[in-house]
């Protein structure tokens, strides 16, 4: 069996191979979702007491009172302290870039004064509680945390409250710690689609948030998407993508190590290469077959190469952008000579690493830019995690009374035109009351 797929942009069938590496589905089965919405059920119906009976069948913990549930600020504290000099560094470091980086994303309330003396604007507020779901257990995703609570306080969020299993009782200390670096005001020890339950309808114990993000298992994401509408979500992550496009010049191990930084994520994550030499596509799947002799998750990522992995050949570099702006990828790196000649032509794409030396992985742990990327193609259409997605937006209006008599005759004939004489006499009795006035 062939380690990975290759496609050439110049075959008969490119286009239905192409579309079929791609096919994704992000919903979850019947019976997943059934499931889910029996635990949502329940824990609206039950509160607390849902909570704990869940949190004891699904990670074998013996809770007898959601309080035990909480976990109290001073061990977040202390496990930060615990950590190597090495390991603390690098978080406050990460955090800083991240933080730096977001913190220009932020947006200001703005209003203007029309010659008239009405006065239009918009007002920017942060939401007033968000939950974050972080994956738990032996699982340690420190990142995460960061790259999910630190735009949430840089935007102005009251309450951050966190949401991580511990099944067999176990917390990761490394979660925890980046928690208290990134500000977290409460964590909690739930996990599943029963954590994202509560968080989005509340219980005895568990506030009720505004908005759920983070990441999870598929049970959490159908959640996610159950409890859309009552909280907004942050989106429906399906698995890690790359799209390296490459000119044959960048040493072939730093390729091969690129595809599977997000290959030995999961079996359906998906690496692509595509490149503008067939020869130089052989020297990267050689260096790959070498380079997985040593990788602790061959098995993973052996499996992701070859049901969902890539290499295409294209004729140019002009070709290369056509296949991504199809591909619309999370990661995207552009390993050629001249990276911002590309940059302009690309349409669709998470998150653009820009030359040889620029490893997506950086971007994954502490460049600055979020690591909640669009995926499945949602490129076309939504953008990274950031600061404009814990503020609302509200709209201002302030008519003058000249305002008022020239803004409703406009109302008025477009109301009539519509049939609702309500909204027309609500604009004209103003209309009236200026001129009497005049």
Known sequence: MTFTNRLSISDSDFDEKLQALLSWESVSDHSVAETVNQI???????????????????????????????????????AFENLSHETADALQTAAQRITQFHQRQASDSWRYTEADGTVLGQ?????????????GGKAAYPSSVLMNAIPAKVAGV????????????EVNDLVLAAAHVAGVDRVLTIGGAQA?????????????????????????????????????IDMI???????????????????????????????????????????YIDDVVAAMESLLTSMPRADIITQSMRTRGCCILVENLAQAIEVVNRVAPEHLELSVEDPEALLKEIR?????????????????????????????????????????DFQK???????????????????????????????AVSAEVRIAQNSAQE
């Open 40 to 78: 949502i059920a329940r824990v609206r119906e039950e509160g607390d007491a849902a909570l704990v009976e869940l949190t004891n069948r699904f990670d074998r913990r013996e809770v007898t009172d959601a309080a035990q549930l909480d976990l109290p600020a001073e061990q977040l504290s202390a």
């Open 393 to 423: 937006r509200s709209s201002i209006v302030a008519c003058s009374a000249a305002g008022a008599s020239t803004l409703g005759k406009t109302a008025s004939v477009l109301a009539r035109g519509e049939g609702l004489v309500a909204h």
């Open 196 to 232: 994202v339950a509560a968080l989005a309808y509340g219980t005895q114990t568990v506030p009720a948030v505004d908005k759920i993000v983070g990441p999870g298992n598929i049970y959490v994401a159908t959640a996610k998407r159950a409890v859309f509408g009552k909280v907004g």
């Open 158 to 169: 009251a309450e951050l409250v966190m949401a991580v299993p511990a099944p067999d009782g």
């Open 237 to 279: 992550a399906g698995p890690s993508e790359i799209c390296v496009v490459c000119d044959g010049k960048t040493h072939p191990e730093w390729i091969a190590a690129d595809l599977f930084s997000q290959a030995e994520h999961d079996e359906q994550a998906q690496a692509i290469l595509i490149a503008t030499d067939a020869g």
């Open 348 to 388: 669709h794409a998470g998150a653009i690493f820009m030359g040889r030396h620029t490893a997506e992985v950086l971007g994954d742990y502490c460049a600055g830019p979020n690591h909640v990327l669009p995926t499945s193609g949602t490129a076309r259409f939504s953008s990274p995690l950031g600061v404009y």
């Open 123 to 135: 007002q920017v507020t942060p939401l007033d509680r968000v939950g974050l779901y972080v994956p």
